[in-house]
Structures are given as C-alpha cells and as structure tokens.
C-alpha cells in the first residue's frame, strides 16, 4: 500500500511540475477554464447538469467564432478554451479549487452554485491569486462580509437581493389592493433569506400590509398539508414562495388541489422550471420568477435566440436560470479577456472590473463592490394557460431595470431594503 | 511508559517526515494530506467505537461540534489561536458527549448506531434553521494566530500544516496507548461477552461510557483541525452523510491499528481526486467500485496489506473485523 502511496504522489508530483509552465509565454495555447458546479448529487439536476450543458454550447460557440456580435471572434483574446470540469459535491472544496489551480493549471475558474462553496472559495481564490468568476450562487455576504476588497473573485449574476426586491415591487404594481401576506419557504439559508427580503420590502414600499403567516418547512419536505392549511386558515391576499424544483413542485400540486392558489396569488420566485410540464396544473394567475430575466421571462436579442437555438438543438431541453447565468459568466470572460488583449488573469481582472457587457439574458453591469459584483435588471410576470396551444405562458411581464431592485454600490442588501429602498431608479 | 512498542516509534518517526512531506511536494497534495489529517482522526474515533463492538453513525456529531466550537469562537469573540481554539473544540466535546453518554451507554449494536445518528441530525437540523449561526450556507473561520503571532500569508499554510501534524501524531499515539490498556482491552471483552465484564466486576455502562467520551473528544480535534485547514464551517459536518463516510473509512481501512484509519482516510481521498479528474459526473461509480473490490479482495480492511505476515494480529484482526462487520453491513 505504501508502494501504491508513492507512486502516486510521485506520480502527481511529476503531473503538477509539467503543467505549471507559465501561461503567458504561450499566448496562442489553450486557456485552461476550470468549471465546477454539482454534476453528482440532489442539486445535479436542477443546477449542475443545465450549468454544464450550457459551458458545453458556449465554450463550443466561443472556440469556433460562431456566438453573434460581439462576441463573434474566435477563442479569448484570440486563444481557445478548454475546459476543465470539478464537481463542486464534495467536502473539501478548497483543496479541490487548489488542486484545480496549483495541479492542473488552470489559471481561471468558473462557477459555483452553493452559496457556502462561494463563502469558503472567495478567500482562497484571493489567496491564491485565481480568477475565480463565481456564476450562480446567491448570498450578498460574498463581497458584503467575507471578501470586502475582491481583487480576483467575481460574480456576474445580482444576488439575492434583487430577486425579491423585483417580486415585491411587481406584487405592489399588480395588486392595487393589498392588505395581507403570508410565506412559504424552505428553513435554511436560501428560504430565510429571500423572505426576510421580501417582507421588509414589502413593508417598505406599502404601509399597514398585515403578515398573515410564516411557514417554513424543511427543505426536501415534499409534503406541506399542514403548511397549506396554515396558509387556507390564514387567508392572505399574497402568498411569497422561494421553493425549487422538485419542492416547489410538489406545492403547487398540493396546493393546487386544494384551493390555495385560487383563494390567495401565490408567488414562485423560481418557478420558471414547473412551466413547461405542468402546464394546467398551475392556476392562472400566479406569479412566476426564474432568479433573473431568464428562459421565458429572458429578452428577444440575438444572443439568446443563438444561445436557446444551440441548447434546444444538442441537448432537446430548454435552458433554465443556471444554463443562463453560466452563459453569463463565460461570456463576461470572454469579454474582458478581449478587451484587454490578454488571457493574463491580472489583465482580465482588471478588465473585468467594472465591465457592462451584453448576455443572453441582457445587459450586465458589473456596479457594486468595485466592479466585482454584477447587477442586473429582474422580470416577473403572471401565469396563464393558453387553451388554443396547450401550453402555459406568462403574461403582464414586468422588467425592473438594474438600478430599481439592486442596492447603490456600498451599501448592504439588507440595509438598503430596510432604510426604505433609497436611491432606486425604476425610470 | 518508557517501552515504546513498533506503532508508537513509527508514529514518531513519522512526524518528521509527514513535515517533509509538507515542505516538499507540491502545495495542492499537500492540502489535500493536510485536511485528511482532520478527517483521518475523526474515523479514528470511529475505529475506538467500533473495537469495542460499537457503531457510530452519528461521529459527524463531534467533527461538528469541534469545527463549530473554534469557529463560533472566532465569530463571536475573534478568537483565532490555534492552541486555545483545540482547548475550546476539547472542553466542548469532553461536555456534549460526557452528558449524552449516559444516554447512549445503555444502547448497542443497530440502537447504538442509530440514536449516535438521531442526536447528530438534531444538530444538523438545529444548525439549519438558525439564521444567528449561519443556517446551511455556514461561516468562514479568521486566519489561524500562534499565541499571539500571526503568521503571514506566504507562509501561513506551511505553518498550519505543520501545527496540524504535531496533535494528529500526539492524538494517535495516545489512543495506541489507550487500547493497550487494561481499559481498552476491557473495550475488547465488551464486544465478546458483556456479561463477563459484569462477572468481574466492571461496569459495561461505564466502559461504553468512557470509549464514546475518548471517541468524541478525538473526533472534536479532527473537527478543530479540519475546520482551521479549510475556513469554513457548515451544517453538512454533521450531515448522516458525513457520518456514514467515517464508518466506510474505518470499515475499508481495517480496525487493526490506529494508523489505519489515518492512511485509509488519505488513500480514499486521492482515489476520489482521480476518479472525479477521470469523469467529473459519475465518479461515483468509481469510487464504489474501487471499495467494493476492497471489501471482496481485502475483508479485513487495507490495514491487512501492511500486517500480513504477522500471524498473531492477523488472527485478532480477523477477529475484530469478523465481530464488526455485522452491523456495518445490516445498517
């Protein structure tokens, strides 16, 4: 065993000296990416495999010149991508994302859908002097608590601020009437969070709405009767929901068949994935997000028509939120790196910061935390079955521009709603 | 105390050159030896249960407990020095588990194993849901002091690697001694015949007792250790998951000695680099693979490689292992 042990420490050993040879004394090589995200376990499903799908098609699009303007030049500053993929399931992280940097090579990391994966990387990547490009995780605390002066990790979706910020403000515009809410979320981070947000603004933009109550089953659950009766006995005007996949599945089936949805507008802030199969079984009438102006809610530009036709077309599923924000990241690389002519991670870091740039998903500012972190605008809009096609749509759609449900730079998510939403531009 | 058996001297003349090791390979393995050094002690504390016939199910409960101790310390009161956050994730587990000990010292086999678990997953679920102690998402832990020097950040990681060596070493041999005692041969005699230990005028209670105390505090070190090498601390630590790992740890290492685990926990953890570089999706499939041969080529563990031609452990490996294994496969 001890034999084995050497050989292959010997053997890594030898792997590792051979692929630090600098980068940048071989511009036209490849640029070794990493991208990590969940490709084994619960979260494979509705974020990791999508995630991957979607690096699949743009790394491809970016390799061959085949994405529209702007991004219509081959490789990045003119070198080709090769990616290398890591499952982000797995319990030690950080020595997977050095192993990632110091043993393969890879000068520049993408991804990340576990805000706690996010909370322990962004440190490291500072440390180790990575360009971490952190794609799909959500907490605010990234660049607010744990790495208050970013130089190499970014992220290029808003965070979690937005989402509910852009269902509070949708709530208040389509319901003139509004006196009562109540809240179903899951108890962990993601769930207290996004009600938290969504109560306090809520009650910041709309004065004496009553909260009616707050149920929070544990994530996985699967079965919410006693959280569905709460919620019939509670009756509310508006029920505020961040389940996901499979839960947020599972509720609206419950829920459906006995009333809920009908007696109170329910509001999915993910709710965009149930679209396309249950098409009936949603009531009409309820909200439905997708974390960014994303799938159905995304805009009709020529980046998301190419991004959609070429997902469509391989891999015969629509892209979702994490296809669509890994699109993002990826693009915002490629963008930087061929502003600033160079695949050096100092030259698109500093490129990067700071940077508007356009996605499938629309035009992205990176505004807050010195140009590292990313704002961007939301949609909502509201569920209605279309009887002649068969299929559900989303109608009444609301775009609440960047600057309308993110935070100025400097100030805190939490903060921000709490002081009364100050300095939001809604046009 | 004087007479330093085979075990004993090769722990110490391995100190020296794991700290070699360290300084010389490159710095990505090193990580990946430096967190198998929390982790490997964890599974120790897994393999004290286990010669005593005792299945734990619930270790993640102490790993947890010791990661949280030194990262609470460092949230609420900006503690951050190695020797008193290792003194804090101690006390913490020395009370947690000398307290519910007189719970689970009336327990064995499958009741054992499975109430070690429910307590652990009440953790889990109190960590969970509770936003003022980072709920799912977790918190990061500050850089690690040295009474008082903090060193910077060139050198920071050799420094923690090193620091983490010395207790990993010290931890093993101590329970080297610890089943060498009369105390832990009456562990031994608790998996054979209970009733015996009884006849002769010893308490079962209070042997359970005292082995799950000694397992809980080395497991609350490997929490400390893991917890300072990686930063970051979340609920998944006590996750069954988690715990179900420790056990296969210390199933496919073999129980033999307490270098086992230890060498187990670090040779797992690059067959799992090498399978996930392999295929990123499914590794998993080689990951079980590669335990499923070892459980049909090597029953007593991977420990039986390097103790082969030593008749009279084989004898009693074998027959640690053939006591132990009921429980780990019925679970």
Request: aromatic content about 10%; some cysteine; proline content about 4%.
């Amino acid at each position: 065993m001890k034999n084995a042990l050497r050989k292959i420490l010997v053997g890594s050993a030898l792997g590792a000296v051979a692929l630090s040879v600098p980068l940048a004394a071989q511009a036209q090589e490849p640029v070794k990416v990493g991208v990590i995200n969940f490709y084994s376990g619960g979260a494979s499903g509705p974020f990791g495999i999508p995630a991957k799908n979607a690096a699949e098609v743009i790394i491809e699009g970016i390799n061959a010149g085949t994405i529209p303007a702007p991004y219509n030049s081959v490789g990045i500053a003119g070198a080709r991508i090769e990616p290398i993929y890591v499952d982000e399931n797995s319990k030690q992280k950080v020595a997977d994302f050095k192993k990632l940097v110091q043993g393969d090579g890879a000068q520049i990391v993408i991804g990340y859908t576990s805000s706690g994966s996010c909370k322990a990387i962004a440190p490291v990547a500072e440390e180790v002097k990575a360009l971490t490009i952190f794609a799909v995780c959500g907490t605010p605390q990234i660049f607010e608590e744990v790495v208050t002066e970013p130089k190499y990790a970014f992220r290029t979706i808003s965070h979690a601020t937005s989402d509910n910020v852009g269902a509070a403000r949708y709530i208040i515009d389509t319901t003139p009437d509004l006196a009562s809410i109540s809240g179903i979320n899951q108890n962990y981070a993601w769930g207290q969070d996004s009600w938290r947000d969504f109560s306090a603004a809520i009650s910041k933009l709309k004065e004496d709405v009553e909260v009616k109550t707050e149920q929070f089953p544990k994530i996985f659950a699967g079965q919410y009767g006693s959280e569905i009766s709460a919620l019939l006995t509670n009756k509310s005007d508006v029920v505020h929901s961040s389940l996901w996949g499979g839960d947020m599945e599972a509720f609206i089936l419950q829920g459906g068949g006995r009333g809920l949805f009908d007696n109170s507008k329910v509001v999915l802030t993910v709710g965009d994935t149930a679209v396309e199969r249950f098409g009936k079984q949603i009531a009409d009438g309820t909200v439905i997000g997708a974390r960014g102006p994303y799938g159905l809610l995304a805009p009709d530009n020529a980046l998301n028509k190419w991004f959609t036709e070429a997902y469509v077309a391989r891999f015969g599923a629509q892209p979702v939120g994490p296809s669509y924000q890994t699109a993002q990241a990826l693009l915002a690389l490629k963008a930087a790196a061929d502003k600033a002519g160079s695949v050096a991670p100092e030259d698109i870091s500093a490129a990067l910061a700071g940077l508007t740039f356009e996605a499938p998903s629309g035009t992205i500012q990176m505004a807050l935390a010195g140009g590292h972190q990313a704002i961007a605008g939301i949609t909502y809009g509201t569920y209605k079955f279309d009887e002649a096609v068969g299929k559900g749509t989303l109608v009444d759609l609301k775009e609440y521009p960047a600057e309308c449900v993110n935070p100025p730079a400097g100030v805190k998510g939490t903060e921000w709603i709490e002081g009364g939403l100050q300095g939001a531009k809604c046009n | 105390m004087n007479n330093l058996d085979r075990t004993e001297l090769g722990f110490i003349a391995a100190l020296p050159l794991l700290i070699a090791c360290g300084l010389l390979l490159p710095q990505w393995i090193v990580n990946y030896i430096h967190v198998s050094l929390g982790t490997g002690l964890v599974a120790l504390g897994v393999m004290v249960q286990m010669r005593a016939g005792l299945v734990s199910f619930g270790q993640g409960l102490y790993f947890c407990i010791g990661g949280y101790a030194a990262g609470l310390a460092g949230r609420l009161w900006g503690l951050s020095d190695f020797f008193l956050l290792i003194a804090l994730g101690i006390a913490a587990g020395l009370v947690v588990s000398f307290l519910l000990g007189f719970l689970l010292r009336r327990y064995r086999r499958i009741f054992y194993a499975m109430l070690s678990l429910a307590v652990s997953m009440i953790l889990f679920g109190l960590l969970s849901s509770s936003e003022e102690l980072g709920s799912t998402d977790g918190f990061n832990l500050p850089a690690t002091s040295y009474l008082g020097w903090l060193p910077g950040q060139s050198v920071s990681g050799d420094v923690l690697y090193v620091a983490t060596c010395i207790p990993t070493v010290i931890c093993a041999i101590l329970l080297h001694r610890f089943l060498r005692s009369p105390m832990g041969y009456v562990g031994e005699a608790l998996r054979e015949n209970e009733i015996r230990i009884e006849y002769l005028g010893m308490s079962a209670r209070k042997a359970v007792h005292i082995i799950y105390v000694i397992a809980a505090v080395v497991s609350s070190i490997g929490g400390v250790l893991w917890a300072m090498a990686l930063g970051h601390i979340d609920p998944e630590m006590t996750n069954w998951v988690t715990s179900a790992q420790f056990v296969f740890i210390a199933i496919l290492s073999g129980i033999g000695n307490v270098a086992a685990p230890l060498f187990g926990t670090l040779l797992l953890e690059f067959i799992r680099v090498y399978a996930v570089e392999i295929a990123p999706d499914s590794w998993h499939i080689i990951v079980g693979s590669v335990m499923l041969l070892i459980i049909v080529f090597l029953p007593r563990g991977l420990w039986s490689l390097v103790s082969s031609n030593n008749g009279l452990k084989n004898k009693f490996t074998h027959r640690v292992k053939a006591a132990s294994e009921p429980e780990g496969a019925r679970s």
